[in-house]
């Protein structure tokens, strides 16, 4: 397994703005995974893309993915206080019994 | 969704006592869950792989003696913090990775916060 770096460590932002988060891993894959996690509780899975896409929409959110880089992003557009939260990328391999092990992650203070 | 439940949220235990916490898939079978722990404002540490019908496999550095590890069926899988020690306050939190997305989503647990007092 590998976990991702995600950068920077820490953004604050205005209600309203865009958020861009960035995470960089080392080997191949087959996809990266994007999780939140709000203060206390456990990761909740927000967006998957697979090594053969560019990018991909859900919501607010959109993800790229570049392989030759080794590198995603996830913007959060019109960003909300509810988006106050850490946010881990998951580079993986498939496989149920694969492990998904997690870096710093980003912590995104939205200010209302 | 997918959902896995994790049980107590939260425990508070005396020194020296065990404590043991819950994995349930519950709308899923995983023969597979993953144990972290998680320090204040720390990133999540993988602790084990629960492995179903046979031994965990433990990180390097986890003591396998004082975490242990039970994964009894296919929706199941359990913590025991064996002879607990302040140190070991922490938030646990399991994971499992749902078949139905190839493995690839995995879906976690609310955590549970352990203090030993």
């Known amino acids: 397994s590998q976990q991702g770096e995600e950068d920077p460590q820490a953004l604050s932002i205005q209600e309203g703005e865009n958020a861009t988060m960035n995470c960089s891993y080392k080997?191949?894959?087959?996809?990266l995974q994007w999780y939140r996690q709000n203060s206390g509780r456990g990761l909740v899975h927000l967006i998957l893309?697979?090594?053969?896409?560019r990018e991909k929409h859900s919501g607010r959110l959109r993800v790229t993915l570049d392989t030759s880089k080794k590198s995603s992003s996830l913007l959060i557009t019109a960003s909300r206080a509810a988006d106050t939260a850490s946010y881990f990328c998951?580079?993986?391999?498939?496989?149920?019994?694969?492990?998904?092990?997690f870096g710093k992650g980003i912590t995104l203070s939205v200010r209302p | 969704g997918a959902v896995v439940s994790q049980h107590p949220s939260w425990v508070i235990c005396k020194s020296g006592t065990s404590v043991k916490i819950e994995c349930r898939s519950l709308?899923?079978?995983?023969?597979?869950m993953f144990w972290y722990r998680q320090f204040p404002k720390q990133s999540l540490m993988l602790m084990a792989t629960?492995?179903?019908?046979?031994?965990?496999?433990?990180e390097q550095g986890v003591e396998k003696d004082k975490f242990l590890i039970n994964h009894a069926s296919l929706t199941l899988s359990t913590l025991t913090v064996t002879s607990a020690h302040p140190e070991d306050s922490s938030f646990y939190i399991c994971?499992?990775?749902?078949?139905?997305?190839?493995?690839?989503?995995?879906?976690f647990g609310q955590g549970t916060r352990l203090t030993v007092v």
């Open positions: 994971s499992a990775r749902h078949p139905g997305t190839g493995g690839a989503e995995a879906f």
């Open positions: 080997t191949s894959i087959n996809n």
């Open positions: 893309i697979r090594s053969n896409e």
């Open positions: 998951a580079p993986t391999t498939t496989g149920a019994n694969s492990k998904l092990t």
């Open positions: 709308d899923f079978q995983a023969t597979t």
């Open positions: 629960s492995n179903e019908g046979s031994k965990a496999t433990y």
